[in-house]
């Protein structure tokens, strides 16, 4: 599948947004990732190393995974509620507030939170930064793309309102 590497991030203060972070998109899966693919939505990292990524995982799984690694608590996962249907368009928004004392991580599919809300552990649940790359439709410099359409993809540095993000959609 095709992908995009986002060349102007440097632009945009979302590179060393470490601890607040909202990221939003359209997709539509026609398949779901397999072990070579695993159907990467949107990520920003490199190699093995991601501060954040969404995709879809490899069968039988019909959920959406949010991944996110901070400084000292590693890699929390979280999971939608929500059953992800091939091609049929979602609205996915996550967001990350490292200022919370719980529920740093959250996943919204098509405007209602639909994931266990995260917390990394540690003192420090600031998100892992490094001189990282943003990719959509692929977890990494092309590996594990999306088989399938995202539109409207979009992220700030600052954490938006359950309706804020209502009114996305």
Do not use: C
């Not at 995009?4 to 632009?11: H, P």
Request: hydrophobic content about 40%; cysteine-free; glycine content about 8%.
């Amino acid at each position: 599948g095709s992908y995009y590497k986002v060349l102007s991030v440097d632009a945009v203060p979302l590179k060393n947004a470490n601890d607040k972070l909202t990221v939003a998109l359209w997709f539509n899966a026609n398949m779901r990732g397999d072990d070579s693919t695993r159907g990467g939505i949107i990520a920003m990292g490199q190699t093995s190393t991601w501060p954040w990524n969404l995709y879809l995982p490899v069968p039988p799984s019909t959920k959406i995974r949010l991944q996110i690694q901070t400084v000292s608590a590693g890699t929390v996962n979280s999971f939608s509620t929500t059953n992800i249907n091939l091609d049929q368009w979602y609205h996915a928004v996550f967001t990350y507030d490292s200022s919370l004392g719980s529920a740093n991580a959250k996943l919204f599919i098509d405007g209602v939170n639909a994931g266990a809300d995260q917390s990394p552990a540690g003192p420090d649940k600031t998100l892992y930064t490094l001189d990282a790359d943003f990719y959509i439709g692929s977890l990494n410099q092309g590996l594990f793309t999306h088989i399938g359409k995202i539109a409207e993809a979009a992220a700030w540095n600052v954490v938006l309102s359950s309706a804020e993000i209502a009114a996305l959609i």
